[in-house]
């Protein structure tokens, strides 16, 4: 193996490689690398790198990382280069440290140590108690500081960050691990419950600032180079690039800890410009920390800007992107366990089994029969779709128009089987993609299955309808209040409107309803519903509503129901399990008592596309859960994709076997 050491000259600012150099030159792949980032010369058998005006810690890493990956073989130099030996010192403090880490995150941690932690946790978090994995895995990140928490939802992950922060805040100003504030960036919907959960775990409200669309960016930029900023900082994924120079000096001015809250939203690894602004950022926080319970949803290159993120200086995942894109091609890829090995120390993971959560009670599906104006339309829009699927071959959905026109069929169907006046809205709205398929617009061409349409909510009341009303009753008459979940935004205000005309008072929540503050004037905001709103009243014994009409898309994340609401009905669902499992752990989480049932009632259409989901849902979601129970890092592969082939494949196989049965 060819040996290398490196010399400083901090005075010249240059650094400078002795040893194997000609293996080094001849050497296409690290010679390239050399060539392509470092710019060297070569002189009396030795390169020369100018470290310029570039941070010279940052080009000594980044020539470290080199050879290692080439496999040379590096040696410290005799060199008593101040800078040098603080290098080497580092690496070693590294290795040691990246050690304790994972033995921390194995339970082997320093029991005086941990009880000192514990204690002080304790005493500032007055007003909640942490169980002992979520101790545990505070402890792990107030400890290494740069961390991912790949927690299931419902596991505490706020809690668990608040947990450390609580410890690292408690250290003394001139400490090197002391932090003064929280920078959360995630979703909209994760702001409230990070300052609920704050008042919850510390007993009082934080000092918060929302950096959200209501707020002008002059306004934004003056608040982060002000000397007065809070405690409490909130931040959306997309307001992050207009504003990434001002976090930027408001990092490099303050002790902050970063927290990426459903950092999936920032996993771009080709270069999406929220993805390379969220790293930018990176060597600029004090703490870092990741929190997603789906790290890797489509393959492991989802996990190469998270541990990038917490460790921007240090290659601690060992493979590149295309090498972990390999590796999701690969089934049983031998790498597969040295990166999970790689990646250990700076992880923590519970599962669901982990949190001893009383067992969910699944009732059996509820399978209505369609009135028979709906009926008469499902049959025909079904007979259309169905065989102009199996005519052209939608079922392999490899082609993005026949992906598209797949999923506009399925839409239909699934619309049809609920309420079929939703026919009647252009087929765009249901779609994320600009384009749709020419003849999906053109729902029917029979001119009374058209008036039927047309008609439909004069004529007929949708079943579904009266069976959810129906359920809805005997819940609250047995004292307890229920979440409403459904597919379609129709949906969702058609129910409320026909369970107003009973006498039954709900609420939406979906995503037209605001986040708090957004785009909201100071004399509006007390006049406005907003989610938070909705969801503290929801949680309020006295609150005159006792049902909560859903949309899964929009409020899956980070709301939490748990604590009111103990029942759950699905009107209508999709294909995707993510947001099925999603909105199931909304009211089935850690911190229910043990006697407290949780039931799950779903509503179907007989012999519909309702029941096709429910099958396929049900197998989804048992292999989704084995993945999660078994793999240190869940890889779902096409799992939680809204559509698949075998999905289209099982829907014509169920219309077969009815049609041949009838």
């Known amino acids: 193996m060819a040996t290398i050491s490196i010399n400083v000259d901090s005075q010249k600012k240059e650094i400078y490689l002795l040893g194997d150099v000609d293996a080094l030159r001849k050497h296409r792949f690290a010679w390239g690398y050399m060539k392509d980032y470092l710019h060297p010369t070569v002189e009396d058998s030795k390169i020369i790198i100018s470290v310029g005006n570039n941070d010279i810690m940052d080009i000594l890493s980044k ?19 101040k800078v040098l030996n603080d290098f080497y010192e580092k690496k070693r403090q590294f290795t040691t440290f990246s050690k304790k880490a994972c033995l921390i995150r194995n339970n082997k941690c320093d029991t005086v140590e941990f009880q000192e932690f514990t204690n002080i946790v304790v005493h500032e978090l007055s007003n909640r108690s942490l169980y002992p994995l979520q101790l545990l895995s505070a402890y792990h990140l107030a400890f290494s500081q740069n961390a991912c928490n790949f927690s299931v939802p419902g596991a505490g992950k706020t809690s668990i960050v608040y947990g450390a922060y609580a410890y690292l805040h408690h250290l003394l100003t001139d400490d090197v691990k002391y932090i003064d504030k929280l920078l959360i960036v995630g979703p909209l919907s994760a702001f409230g419950p990070w300052e609920l959960e704050y008042a919850e775990c510390f007993g009082h409200k934080p000092d918060v600032k929302r950096l959200i669309s209501g707020i002008s960016k002059e306004d934004k930029q003056n608040y982060l180079y002000s000397k007065h900023t809070v405690e409490l900082t909130l931040i959306s994924y997309a307001s992050v690039v207009s504003l990434q120079d001002d976090i930027g000096y408001f990092l490099r001015n303050n002790k902050v800890m970063v927290v990426l809250d459903e950092a999936h939203k920032a996993k771009n690894s080709s270069g999406g410009i929220i993805a390379q602004a969220i790293l930018s950022l990176a060597r600029y926080c004090r703490a870092r920390v990741v929190l997603t319970g789906t790290p890797a949803p489509n393959g492991y290159e989802d996990l190469y800007n998270m541990f990038k993120f917490i460790w921007p200086d240090k290659n601690v995942i060992g493979f590149g992107v295309n090498q972990l894109r390999d590796m999701t091609a690969r089934r049983s890829d031998p790498r597969v366990n040295r990166l999970i090995d790689n990646i250990s120390p700076y992880f923590i993971r519970i599962k669901k089994s982990d949190l001893k959560i009383p067992q969910e009670t699944v009732h059996p599906p509820i399978k209505v029969n369609m009135g028979l104006i709906q009926q008469r339309i499902y049959d025909f829009i079904e007979k259309k779709y169905i065989d102009a699927m199996i005519e052209d071959g939608s079922v392999d959905t490899s082609s993005r128009f026949k992906a598209m026109l797949a999923k506009a069929r399925v839409i239909r169907l699934m619309q049809t089987a609920t309420d079929p006046s939703m026919l009647q809205a252009p087929l765009k709205e249901f779609l994320e993609d ?23 909510e004069k004529i007929e009341t949708p079943i579904k309808y009266k069976v959810v009303k129906e359920l809805i009753e005997k819940i609250i ?15 969702i205000l058609g129910l409320k409107q026909y369970l107003a005309k009973t006498g039954i008072e709900s609420q939406e929540l979906y995503g037209a309803i605001p986040v708090e503050n957004e785009g909201l004037s100071n004399d509006s905001e007390s006049q406005i519903i907003t989610r938070e709103r909705i969801v503290q009243e929801f949680q309020d014994p006295d609150c005159s509503y006792k049902v909560v009409i859903a949309n899964p898309f929009a409020v899956a994340e980070s709301i939490s129901l748990h604590k009111a609401c103990h029942n759950a009905i699905y009107i209508e669902r999709s294909f995707n399990v993510a947001h099925f499992v999603q909105s199931k752990d909304r009211i089935h989480r850690y911190g229910l008592k043990p006697d407290v049932e949780t039931n799950y009632y779903y509503i179907l259409s007989k012999d519909s596309i309702d029941e096709t989901i429910d099958t396929r ?7 989704m859960n084995d993945i999660m129970e078994s793999m240190p890092i869940p890889l779902f592969d096409n799992i939680t994709e809204d559509l698949g082939d075998d999905d289209i494949k099982a829907l014509i196989k169920d219309y077969v076997r009815r049609t041949k049965k009838s």
Not at 65 to 75: C, G, I, R, S, T
Not at 481 to 489: E, I, L, M, Q, S
Not at 617 to 623: A, G, M, N, Q, V
């Open 63 to 81: 020539v470290s990382k080199m050879l290692a990956k080439y496999k040379f073989n590096e040696v410290e130099s005799k060199s008593s280069e």
């Open 477 to 491: 008459a047995s004292g307890g209040k229920v979440v409403v979940w459904a597919t379609f935004v129709h949906t």
């Open 434 to 456: 600009d384009e749709c398929p020419g003849e999906a617009y053109q729902v029917v061409n029979d001119a009374n299955i058209m008036r039927s349409i047309i008609d439909y």
């Open 617 to 623: 849902l049900t197998e989804k979601e048992h292999r």
